[in-house]
């Protein structure tokens, strides 16, 4: 240790040699280069990488590397807060682990080839309040890193923040340079770090999805065509879309058949399909008279002020699109124009997955922007694979390149060679295997020491449901019912609604269903709805706010729900986003409204829901004695209750650190909510994602939550936690997490834990 001592003051005292390393470098990834050449030497270190913060995509990049795979330089990229080298950047202080892969922190990326390296030291660089990037340095001994490297490294990250601050400015301008005058090429994309929306694998060629019609414009058709051939083409149409319809109908009943019908409309429009063979008559080609009519329409429709008629300009491409395929005798895919392919789009509409869906689509990947979050549960729920890549140089990949997407690391491999492609068949083939071999689901779950807990199921989807019911979900703690409204063109009517909420019922005979009412507003707004551009969404026209200006919408919903459970024995009604009990009060005299009309006309339905609230907002917190004893059951959205209570936007990347479940005001809040439901004499569920914490679920089992809705994957998970702790262990835990003031208190009680006999993780079976 005495040599490498040495090393390291002959650095502190000889930094005069950085003068050099930028007098003689040649650009700024030649001093990036020699900078981790240096730093190894005197640490004596087999690896030293630079990571920058870039924040434009506000991911970590590396930059520099001795010792790592060098074609892993500005492939590896992680969000602030993922990973060893991203909890460096979002605490701000060195990590430095003895066998850095025992961390449950640590990322693999293996593009970068650092299995190898056991030993693991990362500082960040920053200069005043400004963050620049992460200083890292690995070995392959084990515990090679002492308190004395960590302060020489941090010295080091000091004495280069400056010099990285300008290379990071630079390298900024050249790539904001280069992207205006040379937009990425694919052999320059071959590998995008991206964030992972909805878990799963999928490898297909490509094909770049916009709202710009371009695809249109592309389309081939037949130029020897006759009038016939489009009358003919027209009627093939009509026939595939039914197929299409048919078979979404099925696996979506949420969508009804509805999700066609601006094709159906335009089909049965003589003026459309008369104006195109008037062309036709008078000379112009079929395919150019089918394309300059839909362009025609496109236009009026595109320049219409409504968002649900600008809408139709979308369906109208896809349509003319279908019937000029048809045309060239192309031959037409079981699913469509999108089957086995891995969709790259700017931005999604819900009613676009899910025409994705139907054709069966591989894989997702929006290139540009953030992800609502509706977007992404409709993915999951669809088993959808989703990565959200604000690489916008995606969208100009050629059509049909393979692209290979891990969705479980939000990695996107464009055409991707053998060797890729076959570790991760291998990899998803050995999961798919211990799937089938996990243990079952039991019917009922208890703690370690027999205190009964209720585990029941999140919906968003029908499909969902044959999942929660093999796994033995208590019921369904939350049936989202804004989906059947996200996912069409229109408003669904009450009959519509009806036959959904059916189908959900008689799936859980005998069993408790809750129905969340309209959730809508905030980032799940459907395309027709009118709202105009609120400037704080979250905090405006949703949720419960929605349904009360717009009572008749409301009431039939109400209706649809009251008709469905007629047979049901344990009806549940929840209202959103309630802040005070006048509006609790409102929404429960609709219910009763409802209840007298369906009774006067003689429709069958089920006369005595239980009547609840989401908790959500603070002012609930505030009256929340009173919201008890008026209410049947509470239900805590725990997602936006942190959200509101901290006002952190939980999606916004740049306060995602603020976005902090284990916040001492949100487990006091959690506390007061409890204690209310049962001096009540009341249920308290949770319904939020703080019921998928390995940490969190004991406190919240400790302030006596008794009832937990998670999505039906989690199912089994969630139960093998709650059997592993015990109620005396739960109740003491959550004591010594309530007396904490601060976060670093807070903190150091969940690394400590619960004395749990047989601690598991999320990811573990029962």
Request: aromatic letters at 6%; a negative charge; hydrophobic letters at 40%.
């Amino acid at each position: 240790m005495q040599d490498k001592d040495r090393d390291h003051l002959d650095l502190l005292y000889n930094i005069g040699e950085l003068t050099a390393l930028i007098r003689e470098s040649t650009d700024v990834g030649n001093l990036l280069a020699r900078t981790v050449d240096m730093v190894s030497q005197h640490l004596q270190a087999e690896v030293c990488s630079i990571y920058l913060y870039d924040e434009t995509s506000l991911e970590l990049v590396l930059k520099a590397t001795k010792g790592l795979n060098p074609e892993a330089v500005d492939k590896v990229r992680m969000a602030c807060g993922i990973g060893l080298v991203g909890a460096t950047l979002e605490e701000m202080q060195p990590i430095c682990e003895g066998d850095a892969q025992c961390n449950p922190r640590f990322k693999y990326f293996p593009e970068a080839c650092e299995e190898a390296f056991r030993s693991f030291l990362s500082v960040p660089i920053q200069r005043g309040v400004v963050r620049i990037g992460v200083l890292v340095v690995q070995h392959s001994q084990p515990n090679y890193f002492d308190e004395t490297d960590v302060r020489t490294l941090r010295a080091i990250a000091a004495q280069l923040a400056g010099v990285l601050e300008n290379a990071r400015l630079l390298m900024n301008l050249r790539r904001l340079e280069g992207e205006q005058d040379h937009p990425m090429t694919a052999a320059e994309l071959r590998f995008v770090k991206g964030l992972a929306a909805s878990p799963g694998f999928a490898h297909g060629p490509a094909v770049v999805f916009d709202r710009s019609h371009a695809r249109l414009l592309e389309t081939a058709g037949e130029a020897q065509a006759t009038e016939d051939d489009f009358h003919r083409a027209v009627q093939q149409t009509a026939e595939q879309l039914e197929q299409l319809q048919e078979r979404i109908a099925e696996r979506l009943p949420e969508s009804a058949s509805l999700i066609f019908s601006a094709h159906f409309m335009m089909l049965k429009d003589a003026q459309f399909t008369d104006r195109i063979a008037a062309m036709i008559q008078a000379g112009t080609a079929v395919p150019e008279a089918v394309k300059e009519v839909a362009r025609h329409y496109i236009e009026l429709f595109a320049a219409s002020p409504h968002q649900y008629l600008q809408e139709k300009a979308k369906d109208l491409e896809d349509l003319a699109g279908r019937i000029l395929k048809n045309l060239a005798g192309q031959p037409w895919e079981e699913h469509g124009f999108y089957d086995r392919q891995v969709v790259i789009a700017p931005a999604l509409y819900p009613s676009e997955i899910l025409k994705f869906a139907a054709e069966g689509v591989a894989g997702i990947v929006l290139a540009s922007g953030g992800v609502t979050s509706h977007v992404a549960i409709l993915a999951r729920s669809l088993g959808m694979p989703l990565i959200i890549a604000n690489q916008p140089g995606l969208l100009s990949i050629p059509q049909g390149l393979p692209v290979l997407m891990d969705a479980e690391l939000g990695n996107i491999y464009v055409d991707p060679d053998s060797d890729i492609v076959h570790t991760f068949e291998m990899r998803n083939h050995a999961r798919r295997t211990a799937e089938t071999h996990a243990e079952a689901m039991l019917p009922e779950t208890y703690t370690r020491d027999g205190e009964r807990v209720y585990v029941r199921a999140n919906i968003n989807l029908l499909s969902e449901v044959p999942i929660a019911s093999e796994l033995k979900a208590e019921g369904i703690g939350l049936y989202r019912t804004e989906f059947p409204f996200l996912v069409r063109s229109t408003y669904p009517s009450e009959e519509e609604e009806y036959r959904v909420y059916k189908r959900l019922c008689d799936a859980m005979a005998g069993r408790l269903v809750t129905f969340r009412t309209l959730d809508i507003g905030g980032d799940k707004v459907p395309a027709y709805l009118e709202i105009a551009g609120e400037p704080n969404p979250q905090l405006g026209l949703r949720s419960i706010r929605f349904s009360l200006r717009h009572p008749e919408l409301f009431r039939q919903q109400v209706r649809a729900i009251l008709r469905a459970g007629v047979d049901t024995l344990d009806l549940r009604i929840m209202f959103p986003m309630i802040s005070s009990l006048d509006e609790f009060r409102q929404a429960r005299k609709i219910v009763a409204e409802s209840l007298d009309e369906l009774k006067s006309e003689r429709l069958p339905h089920h006369s005595t829901p239980s009547l609840g609230v989401m908790i959500e907002v603070p002012s609930a917190v505030e009256i929340i004695d009173e919201l008890a004893q008026e209410a049947d059951f509470l239900a805590i959205g725990t997602n936006d209750f942190v959200q509101y209570l901290l006002g952190v936007d939980r999606m916004n990347e740049r306060v995602a650190d603020a976005y902090r479940p284990e916040h001492p005001s949100v487990l006091r809040a959690l506390k007061r909510i409890a204690d209310a439901a049962r001096r009540a004499g009341k249920e308290a569920s949770i319904c939020g994602e703080m019921a998928l914490d390995r940490d969190l679920l004991p406190f919240l089992l400790g302030i006596g939550i008794r009832s937990f809705s998670v999505d039906p994957h989690q199912l089994p998970a969630v139960q093998g936690l709650v059997r592993a702790v015990s109620l005396a262990e739960a109740e003491a835990y959550a004591a010594r997490l309530l007396i904490e003031p601060t976060l670093e208190g807070v903190q150091r009680v969940l690394q400590s834990g619960p004395n749990r006999s047989n601690p598991k993780s999320l990811d573990d079976p029962p």
